[in-house]
């Protein structure tokens, strides 16, 4: 079992910049390939980025160039540093595990971008 905490979200107006944490406690954190999801009011949850255990990085095209996903294994913590915030982004922001068919989520953390 994993449990996942997030924080970090909040207010920030366009262009600026956020970096979220996540948290994971429980189990052995290396071994999970690590994710950013987001929702946003009306719309289905997509993948923002996710980082494999050894440290490949995968991006939606929509935040490339702007947002960077890492991981420190040894604080069990996975990292969204998000810049060039756009109101489009706005969206609670989950951070998710998974290895194999085994995935878990956080609870989210309320990201807004506005002016």
């Known amino acids: 079992q994993v449990q996942l905490v997030e924080s970090g979200g909040g207010l920030v107006q366009p262009g600026g910049s956020l970096r979220l944490s996540c948290v994971a406690s429980?189990?052995?954190?290396?071994?999970?390939?690590m994710g950013w999801y987001r929702q946003a009011p009306g719309k289905q949850r997509e993948l923002v980025a996710f980082i494999t255990s050894g440290g490949s990085t995968n991006y939606a095209d929509s935040v490339k160039g702007r947002f960077t996903i890492s991981r420190d294994n040894a604080k069990s913590t996975v990292y969204l540093q998000m810049n060039s915030l756009k109101p489009e982004d706005t969206a609670v922001y989950y951070c998710n595990a998974g290895q194999g068919a085994t995935i878990y989520w956080g609870q989210g953390t309320q990201v807004a971008v506005s002016s």
């Open positions: 429980g189990s052995i954190f290396s071994i999970y390939v």
